[in-house]
């Protein structure tokens, strides 16, 4: 089992539509978590830290579940410009640090 | 702002040559990481360095090495490039195990 899964999609929405996907992980004792974006061609950068309450940043919301080992990223009010891959980092409480294979999402007009 | 450069982004290579890819950054950054991206697997990490001369090895090492001499450079030596090493390669630096700064990438082909 990957230490790191997600849904590769796409995600295909329409401008303005809400979006989500999650991010399971499999070592119970991990303790940091992240969101990454990856726009193609383009090396991946930070989106978020996810923190234990939950956290957002404008129209991005990031969850964590520790019951059910999963995080999650919502995005309200889709716009072109967040057509990309996402990426969820996980490290564990030994620092080891894993990515998971990215969700694609598809904005469209 | 943080700036991680990668010597090449785009890379040809043949089978059984020695190929070097270099990583700067100039942040003054503790910890420095290779890794690999391919589609459907996601990024893995091949070496990953958290001083200079200290290296350590990540999920996929086999068939790679590393260099730290300096604290702001970190290179990857194939030592004898095979097909299946054909990726990219992306080079990331981080002050602490949090945010990762990354390079541009090497897209390396080996043929």
């Known amino acids: 089992r990957k230490e790191v899964e997600q849904d590769p999609g796409p995600f295909n929405v329409p401008e303005g539509a809400t979006v989500a996907f999650n991010c399971t992980y499999s070592n119970s004792a991990s303790q940091s978590f992240f969101w990454y974006r990856q726009d193609c061609r383009k090396e991946p950068k930070l989106l978020m830290s996810?923190?234990?309450s939950g956290n957002e940043d404008g129209r991005f919301t990031a969850q964590l579940n520790r019951a059910s080992q999963y995080i999650s990223l919502l995005i309200r009010d889709s716009k072109l410009s967040d057509s990309a891959t996402y990426l969820c980092?996980?490290?564990?409480?030994?620092?080891?640090?894993?990515f998971g294979a990215g969700t694609t999402v598809t904005v469209r007009a | 702002d943080v700036k991680v450069t990668q010597s090449s982004r785009y890379l040809v290579k043949r089978t059984g040559e020695k190929v070097f890819l270099e990583c700067v950054q100039d942040m003054d950054h503790e910890n420095m990481f290779w890794y690999r991206q391919d589609p459907g697997l996601g990024l893995r990490l091949i070496y990953f360095?958290?001083?200079?001369?200290?290296?350590e090895k990540g999920d996929i090492p086999e068939g790679y090495s590393v260099s730290r001499e300096k604290k702001e450079r970190f290179s990857l030596i194939l030592e004898s490039a095979s097909t299946n090493q054909t990726s990219m390669y992306l080079c990331?630096?981080?002050?602490?195990?949090?945010?990762?700064?990354f390079g541009p990438g090497t897209r390396l082909t080996v043929l």
């Open positions: 990331a630096s981080s002050p602490e195990y949090n945010e990762q700064f």
């Open positions: 360095s958290y001083d200079v001369k200290m290296k």
């Open positions: 980092v996980v490290i564990s409480n030994d620092y080891k640090l894993s």
């Open positions: 996810v923190y234990s």
